[in-house]
């Protein structure tokens, strides 16, 4: 008899009984994938009773206990920001990254203060037991409630839990686990999925046990998988970084206990991760000092006020169409302020390569980063520095016209605290900020009042 198979969408999860370029779910393109239609059998937990009526009965919200109650600290800051102030019992948190880039690291060194009041079961799919006593040996994590298995089958998992009855459990990685009622290898949608339904049922129904679970992301930059995978759970994780540097920056994609715009900073040492509890040094730390096309803006991720540099490049093009390329700025936002540069600016940079960057591996998306990429350009372009003590911030428009942001206040609170001596802001908050002893603001109604602020000489 031949074996059936049926089609996946890699975004959404949607299943169809023939391939077809466009998901009819969707409608995103190139992601249906074949796979094998094995018996899908209900995958239950170790402990499954059948329910009673009582089981059923909905519960009023004012007896139901609060997020501060079910809240606990994981032992390393940065992570507790992340997670919206400390982890949640009974959910479960997908932690994605590219291969090396420390997820299993930080996972690890998590266990060495949640063990102090928390069983943890600590289950691998890529290394053996010996393999995890060696990197824990490393980070320095000895602790007799940290149990760790080197399993690959889901009903393994679930007979390990059900025996150990741990409090957080550990998953490395969710592609590497399988069940045996699906007839795909392991890694393919169809166990992805299921094998995330049955952990999530897992952490739903243990009352209290919070999952981690750590997944690989593939060449486009998301968890490979279906696109379902990340609505399922509780909390979606990035963690980023360039693995040529030591700096790593974890991000929160989805949150359902928290706000998505929070980040947490680590270096990656020797003896593992150290939080860096003040990225805008981090992130300043080398910064080249009278040299043309670079500049400083505040940006807020979450409540926490973060400085970073840009960087711009402007040269001649030898070729007859000009070259644009952004990292960590959006690239049709750099073609906008380039035209506005050239069209309310006057200078001529329609016929010269413009490159820009983000120095640290931060992703600017706000648009108060706008003025700081305007005069980096402009200063490249000139040749002539910004003064190393001035930070830019505000919105550019499309008439060359400055916009005010969000919390300016409090940006230019950091912007004085870490030393600075001089802020662009636009013109018509000026007088609304009050004075900041040290800090002298430079009102600027459009961008050519800011580029001759900003290129004038330091007193």
């Not at 018996?39 to 009965?57: D, F, G, N, Y």
């Not at 990197?135 to 150990?164: C, D, F, H, P, W």
Request: proline share 5%.
């Amino acid at each position: 008899m031949k074996q059936k198979n049926t089609f996946y969408c890699t975004e959404c999860g949607n299943e169809t009984a023939k391939w077809a370029g466009k998901c009819p779910a969707c409608g995103a393109w190139n992601t249906i994938v074949e796979q094998p239609a094995g018996s899908r059998m209900a995958i239950k937990s170790a402990k499954t009773v059948r329910p009673t009526l009582s089981e059923h009965r909905a519960c009023p919200v004012t007896e139901l206990s609060t997020g501060e109650e079910i809240r606990f600290p994981t032992g390393m800051g940065e992570l507790d920001r992340v997670l919206g102030g400390g982890a949640v019992k009974g959910s479960l948190v997908l932690v994605g990254g590219a291969p090396g880039i420390g997820k299993s690291t930080l996972m690890l060194q998590i266990c060495s203060k949640l063990s102090e009041t928390c069983k943890i079961l600590y289950i691998s799919g890529e290394e053996s037991e010996h393999q995890l006593k060696l990197r824990a040996k490393r980070l320095q994590v000895e602790s007799k409630n940290l149990y760790v298995i080197s399993e690959t089958s889901l009903g393994g998992v679930l007979e390990s839990v059900a025996l150990e009855q741990p409090d957080i459990l550990i998953v490395d990685s969710i592609q590497t686990l399988y069940s045996e009622s699906i007839d795909s290898p392991a890694g393919s949608v169809s166990q992805v999925k299921d094998c995330t339904m049955a952990l999530m049922q897992l952490a739903k129904g243990q009352g209290g046990l919070t999952a981690f679970v750590i997944g690989h992301v593939n060449k486009e930059g998301s968890i490979a998988g279906p696109k379902v995978l990340e609505h399922m759970v509780d909390c979606v994780l990035y963690f980023e970084g360039d693995q040529h540097t030591s700096y790593r920056i974890l991000r929160a994609a989805k949150n359902r206990f928290g706000a998505t715009n929070e980040i947490g900073v680590f270096e990656m040492r020797d003896e593992g991760l150290t939080e860096v509890e003040n990225p805008s040094e981090m992130l300043l730390s080398g910064r080249p000092e009278d040299a043309p096309g670079t500049c400083v803006t505040c940006v807020m991720e979450g409540m926490r006020p973060v400085l970073a540099e840009i960087q711009a490049l402007v040269v001649t093009s030898s070729g007859g169409s000009p070259r644009r390329t952004s990292n960590g700025f959006d690239y049709n936002r750099t073609a906008m302020l380039l035209a506005v540069l050239e069209k309310r600016g006057g200078l001529k940079v329609s016929a010269c390569d413009a490159y820009l960057n983000i120095i640290g591996g931060l992703w600017l998306d706000e648009p108060a980063a706008d003025l700081a990429a305007v005069l980096a350009l402009a200063s490249s372009y000139l040749d002539r520095p910004i003064p190393n003590g001035l930070v830019a911030i505000g919105e550019v428009g499309l008439t060359g016209e400055l916009r005010t942001v969000n919390q300016l206040a409090q940006r230019i609170s950091e912007v004085r605290r870490l030393g600075f001596r001089k802020c662009v802001i636009p013109a018509h908050r000026a007088a609304n900020l009050g004075t900041f002893p040290g800090l002298n603001l430079l009102p600027a109604r459009n961008i050519g009042e800011a580029i001759r602020a900003a290129l004038r000489p330091l007193e």
